[in-house]
């Protein structure tokens, strides 16, 4: 089992930046992906970005390259997801999920944290 805890949501303005903390617990995480994902009200769930825990590789959806950060600590079993320039079509609760490489799914979610852009 693999245990995932968000962090960092909040209200902030237009153009300015948050960072989401995931706090993983109950496995080791070296054959897995770790991923962000978000959900707006009224919208589909929907890729973010994710990291491969070994190794960093590192994956973006298109609306958010350039303006978004995964990474993660080993020393401190948790993911980041740093979001610069937020707008407020960036306003959804935020989930961070975990899934084996080799299946290429998520299996275990947390429990999301709200992020709200005000204009």
């Known amino acids: 089992q693999v245990q995932l805890v968000e962090s960092g949501g909040g209200l902030v303005q237009a153009g300015g930046s948050l960072r989401l903390s995931c706090v993983v617990s109950g496995r080791s995480l070296s054959s897995y992906v770790m991923g962000w994902f978000r959900q707006a009200p009224g919208k589909e769930r929907e890729f973010v970005g994710a990291?491969?825990?070994?190794?960093?590789?590192?994956y973006y959806a298109d609306s958010v390259k350039g303006r978004c950060t995964v990474s993660r600590d080993y020393a401190k079993n948790t993911m980041y997801l740093q979001m610069n320039s937020l707008k407020p079509e960036d306003t959804a609760v935020y989930y961070c999920?975990?899934?084996?490489?080799?299946?290429?799914?998520?299996?275990?979610w947390g429990q999301g944290t709200q992020v709200t852009v005000s204009s």
């Open positions: 999920a975990a899934g084996p490489i080799t299946l290429n799914r998520y299996d275990y």
């Open positions: 990291i491969r825990w070994s190794g960093g590789n590192t």
